[in-house]
C-alpha cells in the first residue's frame, strides 16, 4: 500500500507506517539536520530507507502531480502554533502547515489519511480553528479562494455541509491519544485526525488501548513481579504518592472489574539494560553518549525511573531539552542520552540520529512514538483491506 508522509522530521511515523504495512512514494520534510538523520541510516542501509524517495524543502512548493495510487497521506504539521509551549499563534502562525497537509488530500485523493498533533489543538482557544481544520478535511475539494479569509471559508463550508445533498468527501474522526496506552514508555497526549474517503464505506474506530497505569501499579505494589523482573531490592524502591496509595489501596480491594490490559512501560523498562553513560564511557551502543549540566527549575523535575518518561520535549521555547531528564532516586538528575530519548520514542535501536545533542533531541522531541504510529496505523491499514474485499 503505497502513502505519502508529510512533515516527517526524524521520522517517527514514517516507520511506524511503514511498520503497520505501507510503502512511502515520498518523503517530505524541510529541516536539514533531520533530512541528514534520514541520509545517515540509508548509508547505513539501516530500515530500509534506500525505498523511500526522500525530497528536503518547504512542502509548499511540491508538486504532487506525479504520485499516483496514494492510499494514505499522513504525518504531523508542526506543532509549534498550538503547543502549550508555543507562542500559541495558531492561525496566523507562518509554520501552521494544515493547509498544505489539506491540498495533498484534495491533490493526492487517498483511500485514507492519518494526522497528528499536540493537545494544545483542542484547547478552547483554538476550538474555532480545529473545527475549521476538521471542516477541510472533510471537504478537501471546495478549497479556499483567493483573498477569502479562513473564517469566510469556514463560513462557507458549513453551508456546503449543511446544504442538502452535499456529501462529505471524506469522514473524520479525532481522538485524544496517550501514547503510554498503546505501549510506549511515555506519558505522551496527541490528537489525531483520521479519515476515510466516504464512497468506500469504511466503518473504524480507533484501536483499543493495550496498556494502562492500574496494571503497572499492580505489577508493582500488589503482585511485585516488576521489581522482581529487574532484581531491585526494597530499599531502593520509590515511594508512593498519596494518589498512588490511593489507587492501590482500591486494586486490593478488587472492587472494580478492570479490563486485563498489559502494564505501562516504565523508563526502567526502556532503558534498564543500556549501560550508565556516566560512568561507562566505553561501550558499542549508538548515540548513547553522557550531556553533562542538567538541572531542574519549575516545571521542569525529570522523569522517574519507575514510571512512563514525561513527555518529552523539543527544547524550542526555552531551556533545551527542558524534562528531557531522569530523575534518579537520590533526587540528583541527569540528561538523557539520544539512545535512551529513542527508545522512550520506540525508534529502533539501529537508527541513528544526526547532530548535536540539543538538535538530536529536538528531532525527537518533536517525533511521533514509533509504536504509537504503527498501532494507529495498523489499524487503518486493517480497515483498508477489509475494505478492498467487501
Not at 494526522?115 to 471542516?135: P, Q
Not at 478549497?143 to 468527501?169: K, N, V, Y
Not at 548515540?287 to 538541572?295: D, Q, T
Request: net charge neutral.
Amino acid at each position: 500500500m503505497r502513502s505519502v508522509e508529510l512533515f516527517a522530521g526524524a521520522g517517527g511515523m514514517a516507520i511506524g507506517m511503514h511498520q503497520a504495512g505501507f510503502e512511502h512514494a515520498a518523503v517530505l520534510e524541510w529541516n536539514h539536520d533531520a533530512c541528514e538523520t534520514f541520509r545517515d541510516n540509508r548509508k547505513r542501509n539501516a530500515y530500509s530507507l534506500d525505498c523511500w524517495p526522500l525530497h528536503e524543502g518547504d512542502v509548499r512548493d511540491f508538486e504532487y502531480g506525479g504520485i499516483k495510487d496514494v492510499m494514505v497521506v499522513s504525518g504531523g504539521p508542526p506543532c509549534q502554533p498550538f503547543s502549550l509551549g508555543g507562542k500559541h499563534g495558531g492561525y496566523s502562525d507562518s509554520r501552521d502547515m494544515f493547509p498544505e497537509a489539506v491540498r495533498a488530500v484534495r491533490e493526492l485523493r487517498p483511500k485514507a489519511f492519518v494526522f497528528e498533533n499536540v493537545k494544545g489543538l483542542m484547547r478552547e482557544s483554538f476550538s474555532d480553528y480545529f473545527e475549521y481544520i476538521h471542516l477541510q478535511l472533510t471537504h478537501p475539494g471546495l478549497g479556499r479562494r483567493q483573498a477569502e479569509s479562513w473564517r469566510e471559508h469556514r463560513t462557507r463550508l458549513e453551508q456546503h455541509q449543511t446544504a442538502r445533498g452535499e456529501r462529505a468527501e471524506y469522514q473524520v474522526v479525532y481522538r485524544l491519544l496517550n501514547a503510554a496506552n498503546y505501549g510506549v514508555p511515555q506519558r505522551r497526549e496527541r490528537v489525531f485526525l483520521v479519515g476515510f474517503r466516504a464512497d468506500l464505506g469504511i466503518e473504524w474506530s480507533f484501536p483499543e488501548e493495550t496498556h494502562s497505569e492500574d496494571s503497572l501499579l499492580k505489577a508493582q505494589w500488589i503482585a511485585g513481579d516488576y521489581w522482581e523482573r529487574h532484581q531491585v531490592a526494597k530499599r531502593n524502591r520509590p515511594s508512593l504518592s498519596e494518589r498512588q496509595k490511593a489507587r492501590v489501596a482500591k486494586l486490593k480491594q478488587g472492587s472494580e472489574n478492570l479490563f486485563e490490559a498489559m502494564p505501562w512501560l516504565t523508563v526502567r523498562d526502556a532503558i534498564g539494560d543500556l549501560p550508565d553513560p556516566e560512568k561507562q564511557t566505553h561501550h558499542n551502543v549508538l548515540n548513547h553518549k553522557f550531556n553533562a549540566g542538567a538541572r531542574t527549575y519549575p516545571g521542569h523535575t525529570g522523569s522517574p525511573y519507575d514510571e512512563p518518561a514525561k513527555t518529552l520535549k523539543a527544547g524550542d521555547h526555552g531551556v533545551p531539552g527542558g524534562e528531557n531528564m531522569l530523575a534518579r532516586a537520590d533526587g540528583s538528575v541527569r540528561y538523557f542520552t539520544i539512545r535512551e530519548a529513542a527508545r522512550i520514542q520506540t525508534f529502533p535501536d539501529d537508527y541513528v540520529f544526526r547532530g548535536s545533542w540539543s538538535e538530536a533531541m529536538r528531532q525527537l522531541g518533536n517525533a511521533v512514538p514509533v509504536r504509537l504510529a504503527e498501532a494507529v496505523g495498523r489499524s487503518v491499514a486493517g480497515a483498508l483491506r477489509k475494505g478492498s474485499r467487501g
